[in-house]
């Protein structure tokens, strides 16, 4: 059995502290994640809150762990509606050809022209600032690099030997791009959909701070972030907790894509 690297270790951590995390989050927190308490406002860690509270008397681990929760449902779910629509684009333009694979990546490479977050930002203004509306938003946003990724997986396989048998036996094309083209492409998605799962959740830290993610109170790292900002300077664990789970489950998530690369293709590991 292979022995996974130190690196590799770190990021099965973290990653898995982040599901544990919004696990936890999703059916118990410590306190109240909106319950105010006007006479512990800006409360420095101690025992009865280990990570403070902020200026309206909320627990901060609580609502850390609410916002984790949050945080790992909109990323999986937007990373699930990108992977999907664009797997399903890619397969049938890359088998097919001809001049509908030219009109889709034609239409494909013009939103890949514009930045994921700039592209989210103006879906938004259409779908509206809430949980399905940044899912929506993102998922279409990622779509396109779904697509170019998996268009080129299927021009190599379509011309290998086991395609071409798959015709001459009298299979139709949705029983070879199912059988033969779907599972030879799992090894680029997986990679893929684990980086992008870091990139949605930055991406929707980054939209919550901008105030046009999930909508006060309800909290996620992002807004928690943004909120925390002006008592930066008399209550500093407000930025420095959500900016701290932020960065570690980036950290883990892109140790763990780098880990996974390495294992589905040999030949990148160097």
Not at 110 to 132: D, S
Not at 205 to 228: D, H, I, K
Request: charged share 10%; with cysteine; proline share 6%.
């Amino acid at each position: 059995m292979t022995r996974l690297s130190p690196s590799a270790v770190l990021g099965v951590l973290l990653t898995g502290a982040l599901l544990c995390a919004a696990l936890l989050g999703a059916v118990w927190t410590p306190y109240d994640p909106l319950g105010l308490n006007f006479t512990l406002k800006l409360a420095g860690p101690g025992a009865a809150h280990w990570l403070g509270t902020d200026e309206f008397g909320r627990d901060v681990l609580s609502r850390l762990l609410t916002g984790a929760a949050t945080s790992f449902w909109i990323s999986f779910l937007t990373v699930c509606l990108a992977v999907s629509a664009g797997t399903v684009i890619g397969i049938v333009t890359g088998y097919f050809r001809g001049w509908v694979d030219r009109v889709v990546m034609m239409f494909n490479d013009a939103l890949l022209a514009f930045p994921g977050i700039l592209l989210a930002l103006g879906l938004l203004a259409i779908f509206g600032a809430n949980k399905y509306g940044i899912v929506l938003a993102l998922g279409l946003a990622y779509t396109p690099t779904v697509v170019r990724i998996v268009r080129g997986a299927v021009m190599s396989l379509r011309e290998r030997e086991f395609i071409e048998a798959s015709r001459v036996m009298g299979n139709s094309n949705a029983y070879t791009m199912l059988r033969h083209i779907l599972p030879n492409c799992i090894a680029p998605l997986t990679v893929l959909a684990t980086s992008m799962f870091g990139w949605v959740l930055l991406a929707e830290s980054a939209l919550s701070f901008l105030g046009l993610g999930v909508p006060p109170p309800a909290p996620t790292w992002g807004n928690m972030l943004a909120s925390g900002r002006p008592f930066i300077s008399q209550a500093v664990w407000l930025a420095i907790f959500p900016g701290l789970c932020i960065s570690l489950t980036l950290l883990g998530i892109n140790l763990l894509g780098d880990a996974l690369r390495d294992k589905l293709d040999p030949r990148m590991r160097h």
